[in-house]
């Protein structure tokens, strides 16, 4: 099952059973549900087990009390940048470690920072919560912000041992029972929630949303930016939000389109939308804000709005608004080395390469340097891959160190090709005038638009991608280096928000 059938198996259901009238407690829960399954369904895809590989109970206990200790050992190491978190602020972000890069000597949030720096040139005030669900603190920091791991931890330990006692749960789940049967005949029945799992879901997320509505008591925000609205704690502050009459805005961050679970094709919606999706979506460019709208645009005052606002973290680097930049620019010249054909290969949470792909790595020309770079989730996994590509690949030229720690887009400065099986690079190596290779079929539907525009092509074997490779080599040609220091982004950023801003009923909040 590929993207589009995992999609139109969604688009079934719901055109099947009332999904819009299933409530607990208040709260429309189809997204808990929607989403999850497709997820599920997203890694069966790759042959990833996720009903008999769980951790153990005993397991679970361990990495929750290492969890504990390393995350004290973070506020403590790193106190120098930790925020107070009663104040009032104009602006609230929510996002989680695994953004963050090492830029200098600290580590950047690539997709919320940007965010901050903005707020601060408008003169207004932020406040900036901090998760993590691998306990992998990246210190020090360069903006301040307020570690709540601790507390959600504390908070889902609570709602666990509150689930027990808790007997005032209200239903209406028309037809559960059918779409339970529906999903047995469809062979997902193990990727549904049982009633009990779901309740659960919702009592944790109650309680969550508790949490931050407590925060916000305190910042008193005009409106909220959160990275990732689809994971719990991402929709618990998007409730929060709904209950407080504050927008919430979630930041793209990564490839959307279509066929992504959380951003497409949503049907059978409720005229007032899901309390559990945000109110906004800040869109890297048109295509993916219209995929969204063509979904919400018909929806009571249209409550899910897609924006254009750029990618923010991009634009810095194509304006070389960047400290250091000489100083990336230098070290990736000397890793490259003269006359090389420098290829990039960016790897997927999830997704190992295909067996074919080492071949091709360990079968290529002298004269080609594999720069392997994981994504920011899979850095504990680097000493595998390392393993893994000096035993299947001997024989090339490879460096994972370097081409996974220094950030991403000063490499696509200076790389000549990049390979991925489905990264969201590719949208960023466009921009950069890097042709992209996809050798998943995942990515045929998800970058269906780069492949259009040549910018993007496919690879699904060994020679295929050597032959790919050789083509564009001999193309390559033209600066990696876009022109833009004429940005406008300011204006824009200033824009977008009185523009959120003026939506929100009885508040007249804007930049001046």
């Known amino acids: 099952m590929n993207r589009r059938e995992v999609m139109d198996l969604i688009?079934?259901?719901?055109?099947?059973?009332?999904?819009?009238?299933?409530?607990?407690?208040?709260?429309?829960?189809?997204?808990?549900?929607?989403?999850?399954?497709?997820?599920?369904?997203?890694?069966?895809?790759?042959?990833?087990?996720?009903?008999?590989?769980?951790?153990?109970?005993?397991?679970?206990?361990?990495?929750?009390?290492?969890?504990?200790?390393?995350?004290?050992?973070?506020?403590?190491?790193?106190?120098?940048?930790?925020?107070?978190?009663?104040?009032?602020?104009?602006?609230?972000?929510?996002?989680?470690?695994?953004?963050?890069?090492?830029?200098?000597?600290?580590?950047?949030?690539?997709?919320?920072?940007?965010?901050v720096e903005e707020i601060n040139k408008m003169e207004w005030s932020s406040q900036f919560y901090e998760a993590t669900q691998t306990y992998e603190y990246r210190l020090p920091r360069i903006f301040n912000s307020t570690l709540i791991q601790l507390k959600l931890d504390y908070i889902n330990l609570k709602s666990k041992m509150n689930w027990f006692f808790s007997k005032s749960t209200s239903y209406q789940l028309d037809s559960w029972n059918d779409f339970y049967l529906f999903a047995k005949e469809k062979g997902i029945n193990y990727d549904v929630p049982s009633f009990d799992e779901l309740i659960q879901r919702v009592f944790r997320i109650r309680r969550l949303s508790h949490f931050f509505e407590h925060f916000l008591k305190y910042n008193q925000p005009k409106l909220a930016f959160v990275e990732c609205y689809y994971g719990e704690n991402g929709m618990a502050l998007n409730l929060a939000c709904k209950r407080k009459g504050i927008p919430s805005v979630d930041i793209q961050h990564g490839v959307q389109g279509e066929f992504h679970v959380a951003y497409g094709r949503w049907c059978n919606i409720p005229d007032t939308g899901y309390e559990l999706l945000p109110s906004h979506f800040w869109c890297w460019t048109p295509h993916e804000a219209d995929v969204i709208n063509s979904w919400s645009e018909n929806l009571e005052r249209q409550v899910h709005n897609a924006l254009v606002g750029s990618n923010?973290?991009?634009?810095?680097?194509?304006?070389?608004?960047?400290?250091?930049?000489?100083?990336?620019?230098?070290?990736?010249?000397?890793?490259?080395?003269?006359?090389?054909?420098?290829?990039?290969?960016?790897?997927?949470?999830?997704?190992?390469?295909?067996?074919?792909?080492?071949?091709?790595?360990?079968?290529?020309?002298?004269?080609?340097?594999?720069?392997i770079r994981l994504h920011p989730g899979m850095i504990a996994d680097k000493e595998r891959f390392q393993t893994i590509f000096k035993s299947q690949c001997p024989n090339a030229n490879i460096e994972l160190d370097h081409a996974t720690e220094l950030p991403l887009l000063a490499w696509l400065r200076h790389i000549d090709i990049h390979v991925t099986q489905f990264s969201t690079c590719i949208i960023e190596a466009e921009t950069f005038g890097v042709p992209s290779i996809i050798t998943h079929v995942n990515g045929m539907d998800m970058y269906a638009d780069q492949i259009q525009k040549g910018t993007a092509c496919t690879a699904f074997t060994a020679i295929d991608l050597i032959n790919r490779i050789n083509i564009l080599s001999n193309e390559k040609n033209g600066s990696k280096y876009p022109n833009d220091s004429k940005s406008k982004q300011n204006i824009l950023f200033k824009q977008i928000i009185n523009e959120i801003l003026e939506e929100r009923p009885g508040k007249n909040h804007q930049f001046n």
């Open 11 to 115: 688009n079934e259901i719901e055109e099947t059973f009332p999904v819009n009238t299933w409530i607990v407690d208040d709260i429309h829960v189809w997204p808990l549900i929607r989403i999850p399954l497709a997820m599920n369904l997203y890694r069966e895809m790759n042959g990833k087990d996720i009903i008999n590989n769980p951790l153990s109970f005993h397991n679970r206990i361990i990495k929750k009390i290492n969890g504990i200790f390393i995350s004290l050992k973070a506020l403590i190491s790193d106190i120098e940048h930790n925020a107070r978190y009663k104040r009032k602020v104009d602006v609230v972000i929510l996002s989680n470690t695994i953004c963050r890069t090492k830029l200098n000597d600290g580590w950047y949030d690539r997709i919320c920072d940007p965010f």
């Open 312 to 371: 923010l973290w991009l634009n810095k680097w194509i304006r070389g608004d960047v400290s250091s930049l000489k100083f990336y620019d230098t070290k990736i010249r000397g890793l490259i080395e003269s006359k090389k054909t420098a290829i990039m290969f960016t790897l997927q949470p999830g997704f190992d390469p295909e067996l074919w792909f080492y071949e091709a790595v360990n079968s290529s020309p002298t004269e080609w340097k594999w720069f």
